[in-house]
């Protein structure tokens, strides 16, 4: 029905607003603590809390993808308000997390014999110790009392858990702030952060018990064949990714604290802060438009379909190439001179690698949404692993003439052999049944002309050297801005993307413009 529609129309809209607004929320205490954090304890604790979140990391793996396929099991028995079927699910999934709870503690124990290798014994602050099953404690502890999130997130309300989670995350980073200014203690700043994740968690669990009290959490029903069979096949396939997205993404601390040192792995840490705030709100708008994307697919012929995949590709160069001049421009005089000082910067080598890294990867989102609406997990299952293997194999080589910037250097190049040529044929060939040159070819272009950007944003930015360092910082923001925006306007303006980006951001501008006369045309009525 329609309305049954715009009411997850509606929920999913707020999900996205909410998300916006916890990033927002988050990433503001998030830089405020990191701040207090490198003041009060410096560049090792940094770079040691990076590197056990990468290593226990590796850990989740044993995950096996088993929340995502009971989330999509449970997506029809919520619409059809089936609370036995949604209670068998929740309890296999609780005695699933359970049992991988205690793995987790055992494999964590298993190891943690292993973070010299890592370490060296000379290069590890005090505490680093505690501060590992500290964060081991903090990651098993979600296996048990974590796993009712998944219900909510299923029921398109997530939005309802936010109010919970900032409350919570504000009074953390208030209390690790005041530790951190009287006993400049790693050890209290982890036990605080460990408090206050099993307070949150007992909140949301107490919050969702309450809001499905129709749900049985302890149902000693047995799924159905057919829902062992629909878990099964879905955990077959996101376990591939799982496995391979952690040897991509995961990887760069580790082989950075090996060959260059645990403190180039604490000033990456700022760099990667700075990223994975702004790529939070990019990437909300992408996972916002996945179900409309899936319903494209399910009923448009192929060419409607290529016209919206063109459209978001366009959608995905633009953001990027902005994101990417203004991280070149901005990211240095951000950290060097208004932040925390020049002692914690890269050169602008290393800088502009980490820069191109993260634009690619930005190109590829659009390829990503498309494959996950299109349900294409198992076509290009290799992916994953070749592109961890030449990353790792590649960052190893590069980083030791290179350092740091070998690294990143390495998963471009693994991107680039693997990933970036492949993905295009899976869904060209499955999804729009046509030829994928003409992928190629835009790739191409978007990826030359952002590196022009790069250069060029960067070479102007260089003459801005007088005034106020805030007064230059906007300058800089001013051309790291407007130079990909004009060019972008004057190369492509005449295009379908082009049109079809603007018909969509006049229809979306329009409707706020209604309800707002709407609600005045109500108030001259009353």
């Excluded at 016209?307 to 366009?314: A, C, G, P, Q, S």
């Excluded at 951001?505 to 108030?523: A, N, Q, S, V």
């Amino acid at each position: 029905p329609l309305s049954m529609f715009m009411s997850r129309l509606e929920n999913s809209a707020k999900n996205i607003l909410g998300s916006f607004g916890n990033n927002f929320v988050a990433s503001l205490l998030g830089l405020i603590s990191r701040t207090v954090f490198i003041y009060t304890l410096g560049a090792d604790y940094l770079g040691l809390s990076g590197l056990l979140s990468n290593v226990l990391g590796f850990l989740a793996i044993g995950e096996l993808g088993i929340a995502t396929a009971i989330g999509f099991s449970l997506y029809k028995p919520l619409a059809e308000k089936d609370y036995k079927s949604i209670s068998t699910l929740m309890s296999v999934y609780r005695k699933a997390y359970s049992v991988i709870g205690v793995i987790v503690l055992l494999a964590g124990i298993i190891l943690f014999q292993f973070l010299d290798f890592f370490v060296p014994v000379e290069q590890q602050p005090d505490g680093t110790t505690f501060a590992y099953f500290a964060f081991l404690i903090n990651t098993v502890i979600g296996y048990f009392l974590s796993y009712k999130t998944t219900l909510i997130s299923s029921d398109n309300q997530a939005f309802r858990l936010i109010p919970i989670n900032v409350s919570i995350n504000c009074v953390q980073t208030l209390l690790q702030i005041i530790a951190l200014l009287i006993w400049k203690s790693y050890i209290v700043y982890l036990t605080i952060q460990i408090g206050c994740s099993i307070v949150l968690m007992a909140a949301q669990n107490l919050y969702i018990t309450k809001k499905y009290d129709k749900v049985t959490f302890y149902s000693k029903d047995r799924l159905t064949g057919a829902q062992k069979q629909e878990i099964q096949k879905n955990i077959s396939g996101l376990i591939v990714a799982k496995i391979g997205d952690y040897l991509v993404n995961s990887t760069d601390n580790l082989i950075i604290t090996k060959l260059v040192s645990l403190v180039a792995t604490g000033i990456y840490s700022n760099y990667l802060l700075i990223r994975n705030l702004i790529n939070g709100y990019i990437s909300a708008l992408f996972a916002g438009v996945t179900a409309g994307i899936g319903n494209i697919v399910a009923v448009e012929n192929d060419e409607k379909k290529l016209d919206v995949f063109n459209t978001m590709f366009f959608i995905a160069f633009f953001i990027y190439s902005i994101e990417a001049t203004c991280f070149m421009c901005l990211f240095n005089p951000f950290i060097g001179e208004i932040w925390i000082g020049e002692k914690y910067l890269f050169r602008t080598g290393t800088v502009a690698i980490i820069v191109i890294n993260n634009y690619l990867t930005g190109l590829r989102m659009p390829l990503i949404t498309m494959k996950g609406a299109a349900g294409k997990y198992l076509e290009d299952a290799w992916v994953p692993f070749a592109f961890a293997i030449i990353n790792l194999v590649a960052s190893i080589l590069f980083a030791k003439p290179f350092g740091v910037s070998g690294v990143f250097l390495g998963t471009i190049v693994g991107s680039l052999l693997t990933a970036d040529w492949y993905r295009p044929i899976v869904i060209y060939r499955s999804v729009f049944h046509c030829p994928v040159r003409a992928y190629y070819k835009r790739y191409v272009l978007y990826v030359c002309l952002g590196i022009i950007y790069i250069a060029l944003a960067y070479w102007t930015c260089t003459w801005i050297s007088r005034g106020n360092i805030y007064f230059r910082f906007v300058e800089k923001a001013v051309v790291a801005i407007a130079i990909p925006s004009g060019f972008n306007y004057i190369l492509f303006h005449h295009t379908n993307e082009f049109n079809s980006v603007m018909k969509l951001m006049k229809r979306i501008g329009k409707r706020p413009l209604g309800k707002i006369k709407d609600f005045l045309k109500r108030r001259n009525y009353e």
